[in-house]
């Protein structure tokens, strides 16, 4: 028997609140690492907010007008409003942020993208403990945006 999404959807979003709820400061929890899960969503931001830009219908987007742009954008995001540090505590949730950074990885735990005017395309690196090698990469080609 085939169950309704509404069944699956409340299972789907308390599994997510008790990955968020539960994150430990290590890097790696029996086999999860919440901070990885972290950077793919962040990764994945990457993506939409460059397609968004593409969806707004500037011409004047480059590789690297878009990727400055978008750095200073989604860091942007992830600042606390007035009241919000407070709902966190009283949920006794530490906010994870993943920061953005334009051409190299300076930190761990770091989201990198680096414009490419030659090839049109913009490369988005994912970084964890090691900043030698990349655990995500993908790279974008610019008629996307």
């Not at 969806?55 to 690297?64: A, F, I, L, R």
């Not at 505590?89 to 030659?118: C, G, M």
Request: charged residues 20%.
């Amino acid at each position: 028997m085939i169950k309704p999404l509404s069944f699956y959807l409340p299972l789907t979003l308390l599994s997510l609140c008790l990955c968020v709820a539960c994150e430990d400061s290590s890097e790696k929890t029996q086999g999860f690492s919440p901070k990885k899960l972290h950077l793919e969503k962040a990764f994945l931001s990457v993506e939409m907010t460059l397609s968004a830009m593409g969806d707004s219908g500037y011409v004047q987007w480059t590789p690297t007008t878009a990727a400055a742009e978008a750095v200073d954008s989604l860091n942007a995001s992830q600042v606390l409003v007035p009241g919000e540090e407070e709902q966190y505590k009283e949920a006794r949730i530490k906010p994870v942020t993943i920061p953005y950074t334009l051409n190299k990885a300076t930190d761990k735990w770091q989201v990198v993208i680096i414009p490419d005017e030659e090839n049109s395309t913009i490369k988005v690196e994912g970084y964890g403990s090691n900043l030698d090698e990349p655990l995500l990469v993908k790279t974008i080609p610019c008629c996307y945006f």
